[in-house]
């Protein structure tokens, strides 16, 4: 039953990496600008106005989804929510075994546009610099693409 479950939950870290191991679950793959999910870009005030109104299980379901989608390379899902806009980094931290990812960074941004808009953005990846260019204070621009 625990097997099962875990199967359509890999957004846990214990799960994740339960998948990964009897390779259930294909590794996160880049994609070009021609294998690019289509979707559609929002404004941090746009996607904000589109979850506005759910409540905090509805929200919590959601981000379950869109985490799941990721972790599964889009393959799932017809249509990919983008962000676009201009962030003030808050901080960028190293993933650890706590997390699903055990290895990249995360950098948490705060919208400039719409203050109560937050990014965090998941960079995995199996080699980890030593320094990262953006710092806190920095300006992280996420450019909607025209592909």
């Not at 890999?10 to 799960?15: F, K, L, Y």
């Not at 679950?25 to 021609?34: E, K, N, Q, S």
């Not at 799941?68 to 962000?83: M, Q, T, W």
């Not at 290895?103 to 960079?123: H, K, N, Q, T």
Request: glycine share 8%.
């Amino acid at each position: 039953m625990v097997a099962s479950w875990s199967f359509g939950q890999p957004v846990h870290p214990i799960n994740y990496r339960l998948l990964t191991r009897l390779e259930k679950l294909d590794p996160i793959a880049g994609f070009t600008r021609v294998s690019a999910p289509r979707g559609k870009f929002y404004s941090t005030k746009d996607l904000y106005a589109d979850v506005f109104s759910f409540s905090p299980s509805e929200l919590m379901a959601y981000n379950g989804i869109l985490k799941r989608s990721y972790i599964k390379n889009y393959i799932e899902r017809g249509e990919v929510v983008f962000l676009s806009g201009d962030f003030r980094v808050k901080s960028v931290q190293q993933m650890g075994e706590q997390d699903v990812f055990q290895s990249g960074l995360v950098i948490r941004g705060r919208s400039i546009d719409f203050p109560d808009g937050i990014i965090d953005l998941a960079l995995p990846s199996q080699e980890v610099p030593e320094s990262f260019a953006l710092k806190p204070g920095d300006t992280l621009r996420v450019s909607e693409s025209t592909t």
